[in-house]
């Protein structure tokens, strides 16, 4: 029996509700003397600390990046930390939360201290932004505007993870970032660039470097088909299709997206060449690769070639760095078009945007729609 017995609670009860029957009172001191029946009943559970968590936190995302589509796999099936997303970004703020707070027990992360974590991280780059500023100026250009708040909003999202679980373990009753006000984010510069730097920036592709022929051709297929760089990273020889005389691109892009995007029969003959010239066989092969070795196959590219790219356009280039164009940008040039020509459901699709509510899902363009649109974009015929 319990220490109380039932007409102490009764007793209790009755001096909180004074208008209650005595039937209605009875019900009440039942029910809490079964709550308290039940919570002595259940085992004591261990509260975790946060160090031990974010170790949780580590493996199930680090399964989740290992179980994406075309992940970049070592032969004994890891992933290296760069070639991660999700977990790589989070990382990045596991790893201070774990230093400054690991040894405390998860339910003691309230909402105070996950406010002062994210303002931590958004003046770290902050302090990481006035120094590039410092630079530009050095160069005689103009300093970029910065709030940080993309960082706070990414530290909040990094230790949300680990309150979530938390709160499913029942550790904690609710998750304390909840509570906290999200930052806007900076307002970007990027813009549709004119044809004329279109094509200085080609020249320049072509002009220099040690493989031109490989960089004029990532940004020949930016340009074309609006592709994200994790989709051309991921782009291998099979995903060339040509069908009807129709030629398109498979492409695998964030989040395992998968669309088919119309190009010219110009671009799939330079990417089928491309990659057949540096090793690319078998439908799994990469289309992208470095110059071929002895042996006559050439390493897989890697993102790095984008930032080594850039960083010789902008030298030849100096609007480019004043700018920070980068890949993207081109991608933006495509997609702006593609919108002031059609529509923004057309230039959704050929981005390969999610549809922003339940009606736009209904007018997804058809692949023959696309097809005009891309003809439009490059001047030739369908």
Not at 22 to 37: F, K, T, Y
Not at 85 to 111: C, F, I, M, N, P
Not at 119 to 142: F, G, I, Y
Not at 196 to 202: D, G, K, L, P, S
Request: with cysteine; charged share 25%; aromatic share 6%.
């Amino acid at each position: 029996m319990n220490t109380q017995s039932l007409q102490e609670i009764v007793d209790q009860l009755r001096q909180v509700f004074p208008d209650l029957k005595e039937v209605e009172l009875a019900r009440l001191a039942l029910e809490e003397n079964r709550q308290i029946s039940a919570a002595r009943s259940t085992p004591h559970q261990e509260i975790p600390t946060v160090a031990e968590v974010v170790e949780k936190m580590r493996e199930k995302y680090m399964r989740k990046e290992q179980r994406r589509i075309r992940a970049p796999l070592e032969p004994d099936g890891s992933i290296l930390i760069k070639n991660t997303t999700t977990y790589r970004t989070y990382d990045t703020h596991w790893k201070r939360l774990v230093a400054e707070h690991g040894k405390k027990l998860v339910s003691e992360l309230d909402q105070e201290l996950v406010e002062r974590f994210a303002e931590a991280a958004q003046d770290k780059a902050l302090a990481t932004h006035k120094a590039q500023n410092a630079t530009r100026v050095s160069k005689n250009l103009t300093p970029r505007e910065f709030t940080g708040g993309r960082s706070h909003n990414l530290a909040l999202d990094a230790i949300s993870v680990i309150m979530t679980y938390a709160v499913s373990k029942r550790y904690i009753a609710d998750n304390p970032v909840k509570g906290v006000q999200r930052r806007t984010k900076s307002v970007s510069a990027r813009r549709g660039l004119t044809h004329n730097q279109v094509e200085e920036i080609m020249t320049v592709a072509l002009a220099g470097g040690n493989d031109p022929v490989l960089d004029y051709l990532l940004l020949w297929t930016l340009l074309e088909t609006a592709a994200r760089i994790g989709g051309l990273l991921k782009l291998q020889l099979g995903d060339i299709k040509i069908e009807e005389g129709k030629c398109t691109l498979d492409l695998h892009e964030k989040r395992d997206t998968e669309r088919y995007q119309p190009i010219t029969r110009a671009l799939h003959d330079s990417l089928i060449d491309l990659a057949k010239s540096r090793g690319s066989t078998g439908v799994t092969d990469p289309v992208f690769r470095y110059h071929p070795d002895s042996q006559g196959k050439g390493r897989p590219m890697q993102a790095k070639r984008f930032e080594t790219l850039w960083k010789r356009i902008s030298f030849v280039l100096p609007w480019v760095e004043e700018k920070g164009v980068s890949s993207h940008w081109l991608r933006h040039t495509t997609v702006t078009w593609i919108d002031r020509a059609f529509n923004s459901t057309m230039a959704q699709a050929y981005a390969g945007h999610t549809p922003a509510n339940v009606t736009a899902g209904y007018s997804v363009p058809t692949p023959e729609e696309l097809a005009a649109a891309h003809a439009a974009l490059t001047g030739t015929s369908l």
